[in-house]
Nanobody, 113 residues
Framework: QVQLVESGGGLVQPGGSLRLSCAAS????????MGWYRQAPGKQREYVAL???????SYADSVKGRFTISRDNAKNTVYLHMNNLKPEDTAVYYC???????WGQGTQVTVSS
């Protein structure tokens, strides 16, 4: 059974950094496009970043230049490096595997002084 397990969330001050990880089980991870989404309280889930099987990336305008998505196919893991965090980045962050439609359980990121 395919599983996605996120980790790395926490409380950070504005301007700080975090690295989120998403470990995937199952086969053919390297062939799958992977994404990060987030959901703030009272808001709909929104797209954050995507990395294709070939390593191409795209980002939401709100995080462009601050966040970087990457992947390590040997570890079946996708990462989200977040820099210069802002209070408006506070949300539960979810990993998504497009080919199977699976979502992780989410990891909370709180940006506050």
């Amino acid at each position: 059974q395919v599983q996605l397990v996120e980790s790395g969330g926490g409380l950070v001050q504005p301007g700080g950094s975090l690295r989120l990880s998403c470990a995937a089980s199952g086969s053919a991870f390297s062939l799958n496009d992977m994404g990060w989404y987030r959901q703030a309280p009272g808001k709909q889930r929104e797209y954050v970043a995507l990395i294709t099987s070939g390593g191409s990336t795209s980002y939401a305008d709100s995080v462009k230049g601050r966040f970087t998505i990457s992947r390590d196919n040997a570890k079946n893991t996708v990462y989200l490096h977040m820099n210069n965090l802002k209070p408006e980045d506070t949300a539960v962050y979810y990993c998504h595997r497009y080919a199977t439609g699976h979502w992780g359980q989410g990891t909370q990121v709180t940006v506050s002084s």
